[in-house]
Structure formats: structure tokens, C-alpha cells
């Protein structure tokens, strides 16, 4: 094969981002969606299938990060950067997007509609994102933007904890505007991305606790999925108060030089 079309190392771990996206659909799909229209849900059926469609999208978001870190320490194809972006569309935009669809379908308190016109404001901004990400360059180690897999599970982590609907509405279009803001997010290299994957790992135990309806599994559940809200609502803040104290001191040393 010509060396254009040759698959890498990484090349595969983006392929395996690609599939996890798909068989969260197809999990939400069949142990959701299908059984509720039907009416043939059985007890515990949904929520084993909503933590598996949820843990593929973790798994995803680590096929996500080996990728980058296989590429930089081997080599990625010609058609690597082409293929993590489509992979992050399946896994970070549709299924995600998906997700909320479903769940405006089966919640009691949820409108239909309106749940479809939030998941199309997800998967748009995902779209938004990953092209900007490709015309733009920005300067090493950070993302503009909500990372789209961060950005992903928090939408997913919002509808898990079942708030009233307008407040998980306005939370999903907020987490939507924060991946195509201009806030700026650092990029998961070393320690950094030794502690997202152990947060990794530690989700996927809390929505197993959850599945399984193990004694404070509900408790578990809630707990993560604040945390990862929390994350991404204070994450912005102190981006923005770390680039206010840049400008003052940048003022301040260009006052210091005018004086004589």
C-alpha cells in the first residue's frame, strides 16, 4: 500500500476511539431507547446499558489519549490528524449528542423538542471545535476550548444526575458554549494525564457500582458526576483569572519600561 494509506500504531488506538463511539450508540440504542418505546424494559436493563454506553465513551477518551502519546513517541500515518478528528466526531459529538436525545425521550420530566435542539447545539459544537482545531494554531501544551472528550462527558455526567430539566437544558448548552470559547485548556501530558486517566479508571468503577446497584452506588454515581461538573465549570475560571493576572502584569512591565 502506498505509505499515504498505511495504518500506524496510533492510527489503530483512533480506530478504537471510532468503534467505542458506535457501540455507545448501539448500547443507548438497544438497552434505552428500544425497550422503552416497546415497553418491554426490563428491571435494571436501561441503567446497565446507560453505564455501558457511558464507559465506552470513557474508554474512547483513553483510546483518545494513547493515540496523541503513540503518535508523538513512534509515528502516526498521513491520514492520522484526519482520522482523530472524524473518530472525535463519533465518540465526542454523536454519541454524546445521542445520549441526550435518548433522554429526552425516555425522562418523565423531559420535552422531547427541546432535548433534540440541546443535542443538536452539542454535536454542532463539536464540529465547530474539531475544524478550529484544524486551522488554528495555537501555541504548545493548551487547547482553546473545552477539550471535545471532557466536553463529552460532562454533558453525558449532567443528564446522569438527574436534575430538573431546564437547569440540565441550560447546563448542556453552557458546556456546548465552552468548547467552541476561547478559554484555554491545558493539554493532558504527563502528570496531568496520569491523573485523567486514573479519573478515568475511577468513573468507570463508580458507573459499575451504579450498574450493578451495589450499596451507595447511587451515592458513587452522583458524587463523580459533580465532580466532573465541578471540573468543568471551575477549570474556566481559573483559565480566565490566570490570563487577567498575564494582562496586569504585562501592563504593569510596560509601565515599568516607560519610565525613566
Known amino acids: 500500500m502506498p505509505l499515504s494509506t498505511r495504518l500506524s500504531i496510533a492510527d489503530a488506538l483512533t480506530l478504537g476511539n471510532a468503534t467505542c463511539g458506535f457501540l455507545a450508540v448501539y448500547f443507548t440504542t438497544t438497552g434505552v431507547l428500544i425497550p422503552h418505546i416497546t415497553g418491554s424494559e426490563v428491571s435494571g436493563m436501561a441503567r446497565h446499558s446507560a453505564a455501558t454506553a457511558v464507559m465506552l465513551m470513557l ?40 445520549f441526550v436525545v435518548v433522554w429526552g425521550m425516555v425522562a418523565n420530566d423531559a420535552h422531547q423538542l427541546m432535548s433534540a435542539v440541546a443535542a443538536i ?105 459533580a465532580l466532573q461538573v465541578v471540573l468543568g465549570a471551575v477549570i474556566p475560571l481559573f483559565a480566565t483569572a490566570r490570563r487577567v493576572n498575564t494582562f496586569r502584569d504585562n501592563r504593569r512591565e510596560a509601565r515599568a519600561a516607560q519610565l525613566p
Not at 466526531?89 to 454523536?94: A, I, K, P, T
Not at 496531568?192 to 454515581?221: C, E
Open 121 to 225: 447545539v452539542v454535536l454542532l459544537a463539536v464540529v465547530l471545535r474539531l475544524a478550529r482545531f484544524s486551522c488554528v494554531t495555537l501555541r504548545d501544551g493548551i487547547f482553546q476550548g473545552m477539550p471535545s472528550p471532557f466536553g463529552a462527558l460532562t454533558v453525558v455526567s449532567i443528564v446522569l444526575l438527574e436534575l430538573p430539566f431546564f437547569p440540565t437544558l441550560l447546563a448542556i448548552i453552557g458546556v456546548a458554549w465552552l468548547m467552541v470559547s476561547r478559554v484555554e485548556y491545558p493539554k493532558p501530558r504527563g502528570p496531568l494525564a496520569v491523573a485523567m486517566l486514573a479519573w478515568i479508571v475511577a468513573s468507570m468503577g463508580m458507573l459499575a457500582a451504579w450498574a450493578f446497584d451495589s450499596p451507595g452506588g447511587q451515592l458513587l454515581l452522583q458524587t463523580g458526576c
Open 59 to 98: 474508554l474512547a477518551s483513553v483510546f483518545d489519549l494513547f493515540d496523541g502519546l503513540v503518535a508523538r513517541k513512534l509515528r502516526s500515518s498521513a491520514m492520522g490528524a484526519e482520522l482523530d478528528n472524524l473518530s472525535d466526531l463519533v465518540s465526542f459529538g454523536l454519541a454524546p449528542a445521542y
